[in-house]
């Protein structure tokens, strides 16, 4: 089963833009099978007086095939994204739904403007102000990296192996940098001597620095 999250907003929010970089992103540097689909409320069908769309409105699916590639014409409207996802991305270790604000999945909400009824699971914010789900992560242009690690994270494929706190506090890390702190650690721990570096848990306290008394 894939991992199916929406990408959400209102029109020329910004939504194909950031479906693009993630998608590439995933792809490209984290070598998942993304797959993409965009829901509207347009008609997809080609019109009737075309070969392909008078198949297709014979319940007949109907496959164009051209020198950039295939698309597939079907008058099945009642696919639900289960089926889609089954049907058509089997293999796929995520699909990027554009659009899609009525399903139940997680979404990210893209866009300044806030959603203008309650949406069921928004759990991230692109390019949107401060004040809107505070209390979600935000993320902005040019941080596509740290939102496309936040969605492993949700999907489990990136665990957090370093936790950083300062007082009660808890830092958030990328991928790079929990990889940087755990080897600095290991590397210095392993370089003294008595020290066997076995793999283990391995827990570091920095107190607090008290200042030095100017007599």
Known sequence: MAYILSVCGYKDSGK?????????????????????????????????DTDSGAIARLGIDALLWGTDGIRLETMDNGFSLQDIEKKFFPTKDVVIVEGAKSLLLPKIWVGQRPPS?????????????DDLFPKLPHFRAG???????????RMGKIGERVLVYMGDKKVGLNEFVMDFIAGTV??????????????????????????????
């Open 186 to 215: 290991r590397g210095m721990l392993g370089s003294l001597k008595g020290i066997e570096d076995r793999g283990e848990e391995i827990a570091v306290i920095i107190k607090k620095q008290k200042k030095p008394r100017i007599s």
């Open 16 to 48: 194909t833009s950031l479906c693009k970089k993630l998608a590439e992103m995933l792809h490209e540097e984290f070598g998942l099978d993304v797959g993409y689909i965009k829901h509207c409320h347009d008609s997809v069908l080609s019109a009737d």
């Open 117 to 129: 009824h309650d949406i069921k699971g928004i759990y991230a914010i692109y390019e949107g102000p």
């Open 143 to 153: 941080e596509e990296r740290p939102l496309a690690e936040w969605i492993l994270q």
